[in-house]
């Protein structure tokens, strides 16, 4: 899910993955859910395995996603124009939170957290809607402000945001109010 939103940030249409696993040892249930999990995304996105390598050894994961763009309609982070206005889609920090439930912190409604957190959704159809109407464009998996720098630097502009306009949800709302925490 996260190479496939990638992807989706520059506006690509995903059409295979190559997927290198190397395990330990052989774990059948947690195989299991694994293939099942990957096997859905790539149904649900339309997206090819079309090889990787199988080994043994410490836990790893490699993933390689691959899409395609029409000539000169990427959306680069260079791109950014003085006057464009910034969006985002969905809502922010509820897998920062997520990550935050799982290294301990408790909360009222931790589920919508958890299930951003484990299961994060690619953008795909919006940064395939996006290709023609936006200048620039990056995934915000590091984080709004980090992410928004990596284009501000590479198109030389700057920005301002309206903290009180930020699409969130509500447990992720409590917790800044609780906390003051805003770098989630």
Request: aromatic letters at 6%.
């Amino acid at each position: 899910a996260v190479n496939l939103s990638d992807l989706a940030a520059m506006g690509a249409e995903p059409f295979a993955v190559t997927l290198a696993l190397t395990l330990p040892k052989i774990d059948h249930p947690w195989l299991h859910a694994f293939s099942q999990g990957f096997i859905k995304l790539a149904q649900q996105y339309h997206v090819d395995l079309i090889g990787g390598d199988t080994t043994s050894g410490p836990l790893t994961l490699t993933v390689q996603a691959m899409g395609a763009v029409p000539k000169g309609k990427a959306l680069l982070r260079s791109n950014a124009k003085v006057g464009d206005l910034i969006y985002v889609t969905g809502q922010l920090g509820d897998a920062g939170l997520g990550l935050k439930i799982k290294r301990g912190l408790v909360c009222d409604n931790p589920a919508p957290a958890l299930a951003r957190f484990n299961q994060p959704r690619p953008r795909v159809a919006q940064g395939l809607a996006l290709r023609d109407v936006a200048h620039a464009c990056i995934d915000i998996s590091d984080g709004l402000v980090a992410d928004l720098g990596h284009i501000l630097e590479k198109s030389g502009v700057g920005a301002s945001l309206d903290w009180d306009k930020l699409p969130l949800s509500a447990e992720v709302q409590s917790y800044i109010q609780q906390t003051g925490d805003w770098q989630l």
